[in-house]
């Protein structure tokens, strides 16, 4: 089927056509030239009449062109060169020859094209519903991916078939759940294993519970108390003799002996302050029979920290504490002899939230280490997915290293514009698109596949609680379900012998 003639000057990148029919953005032509069968994307359409032109001001007068007109109309496009399908996808060194007819793809050279070597199966093509969207998982566990959209737009139905995807292979997904949507999911391929939001102080560094109590970076001589006290307060926990359950309250106990020998020095005092107005913010964090909890993570399962009770402070230390350690022990490992010793450490972390995360405009103890792992995981089987419904407040340095996207609807320009800035593969022509995706429409981008794609993201066929709740539906059934309850009531007090 003929899609349309190629027109104007042409380059290596893209070429402009008429057509006198409609296609549609985001199909994939091929136009046949030089020897070679060069694969495109339709990215831009615009429809015109050259009798109509936007300099007639006169109502009337347009009124009787467009009744004799119509023949006048034109469909102009644009479709960017992918590659020569007969030669690997390389670009061509030649451009395309004006007057070239541009054909539709034929559904078999598509369907190769998404036949990869291991499989995550996301969705269809949005214009060929025969067509099945599969891209590569390596990529995607190894050179992370992002996954971003505007409220309502699909973004946790997409995390659904993505983690369902994985545990297909056995992969130990971690989520960082911020809203405990994945607690209570349930997964075709894999099991849930929820692990509480506890810490052994143990395991923690200074730093992390210096984050906690707030003492400022500037303030010496109070990090030179806390430091003491942090040390001797680790001691008496390692060694078992520690009669304080609370981390902060013996270090609280540790720092008031010394008040007392040192006479109630006023620096001293501010710790004491510091920690005591954290206690009751902090304390259920700290668990001194916890485990290392990397070693709770389970193998084809969905590993899920639940965050929903915390605050956004106990979350970042948690997320920083996790993905610190994480990198430690995938480092020491890559030292050793034994390859299998790093697999074994490979986990793949989700980021729900990455904009609180990992914010654009302040720093946090979780941000850190988020671009840590986005610049150097690859190298220790550590993968990021960062989450985000407000791209633009992402950290741009973390977001750059997401070498794969799926962009499902984005309507915000500031959005577009920093998602754009982040990433190489997405055109203006592309970005235009986003704000007219439907809901679970999605373009994917990045190394998990040859060529961009507009994909229809699959329904999830498990259980999860990222929907929006029905909240008309369930006052309007309310007087019912009361009405329900008090007959139930009657009947209840008849059968036991009561007349009223």
């Given at each position: ?18 057509s006198?029919?409609?296609p ?13 069968k060069?694969?495109?994307?339709v990215e831009?359409l ?9 300099d ?11 009744r004799?007109?119509v023949e006048?109309?034109y ?10 399908v007969?030669?690997n ?31 995550i ?13 599969n891209v ?6 190894s ?11 699909g ?36 099991n ?16 992390e519970?210096?984050k ?9 001589l ?19 003799t520690?009669?304080?359950?609370n ?12 008040s007392?020998e ?16 954290s206690?009751?913010k902090?304390s ?5 029979n916890a ?10 399962h ?21 993905l ?7 480092r ?8 299998e ?13 990455a ?11 979780s ?13 220790f ?14 950290d ?8 794969n996207?799926i962009?499902?609807?984005?309507v ?16 203006q022509?592309?970005?235009n698109?986003?704000?007219?995706l ?5 373009i ?17 066929q ?5 929907d ?33």
């Amino acid at each position: 089927m003929v899609v349309g003639i190629c027109i104007g000057e042409t380059n290596l990148s893209e070429v402009t056509f008429i057509s006198n029919k409609m296609p549609q953005v985001g199909q994939y032509v091929t136009i046949e030239y030089d020897g070679k069968k060069v694969l495109g994307m339709v990215e831009n359409l615009v429809r015109g009449n050259d009798a109509l032109n936007v300099d007639i001001n006169d109502f009337k007068a347009i009124q009787k062109i467009s009744r004799i007109g119509v023949e006048d109309n034109y469909i102009r496009g644009k479709v960017k060169i992918l590659g020569d399908v007969n030669d690997n996808l390389k670009l061509p060194r030649t451009p395309v020859l004006p007057g070239t007819e541009i054909q539709l793809a034929d559904a078999e050279i598509l369907k190769k094209i998404f036949s990869v070597n291991n499989p995550i199966r996301l969705g269809t093509l949005v214009n060929q519903s025969d067509v099945e969207v599969n891209v590569e998982a390596n990529p995607i566990l190894s050179r992370h991916l992002a996954i971003l959209a505007m409220t309502g737009a699909g973004k946790s139905n997409t995390v659904s078939v993505l983690i369902d995807q994985l545990l297909g292979y056995n992969v130990p997904v971690f989520v960082f759940d911020m809203h405990g949507e994945y607690k209570g999911a349930e997964f075709p391929n894999g099991n849930v294993n929820v692990i509480e939001p506890k810490i052994n102080p143990i395991y923690m560094t200074s730093l992390e519970i210096k984050k906690i109590v707030n003492i400022p970076a500037n303030a010496y001589l109070q990090e030179r108390f806390f430091r003491k006290a942090f040390k001797q307060a680790r001691k008496q926990v390692e060694d078992g003799t520690a009669h304080e359950h609370n981390f902060l309250q013996l270090m609280y106990d540790i720092l008031e002996m010394e008040s007392l020998e040192e006479g109630s020095d006023k620096r001293i005092i501010d710790v004491m302050n510091k920690i005591d107005d954290s206690m009751d913010k902090y304390s259920n964090l700290f668990d001194h029979n916890a485990g290392n909890i990397l070693t709770g993570i389970k193998r084809a399962h969905v590993n899920v920290l639940d965050l929903s009770q915390v605050d956004e402070s106990v979350a970042s230390v948690l997320v920083s504490h996790i993905l610190r350690n994480s990198l430690k022990r995938s480092r020491e490992a890559a030292h050793s002899a034994n390859k299998e010793e790093l697999l074994e450490n490979s986990v793949y972390y989700i980021l729900e939230e990455a904009h609180i995360l990992a914010p654009q405009k302040r720093d946090s103890a979780s941000k850190h280490w988020i671009q840590r792992i986005a610049r150097e995981g690859r190298k220790f089987g550590l993968g990021l997915c960062l989450v985000s419904q407000s791209p633009k407040t992402v950290d741009h340095d973390a977001l750059s290293q997401m070498n794969n996207m799926i962009i499902l609807r984005l309507v915000e320009p500031e959005d577009q514009r920093h998602v754009q800035s982040a990433s190489e593969s997405l055109s203006q022509d592309l970005v235009n698109q986003l704000p007219s995706l439907n809901v679970g429409e999605a373009i994917l981008l990045g190394l998990m596949t040859k060529v961009p794609t507009l994909v229809k993201i699959d329904k999830f066929q498990g259980r999860s609680h990222g929907d929006d709740m029905d909240i008309v539906s369930y006052f309007k059934d309310s007087v019912k379900r009361e009405a329900e309850e008090i007959e139930r009531q009657e009947e209840e007090l008849t059968d036991m012998g009561y007349d009223y």
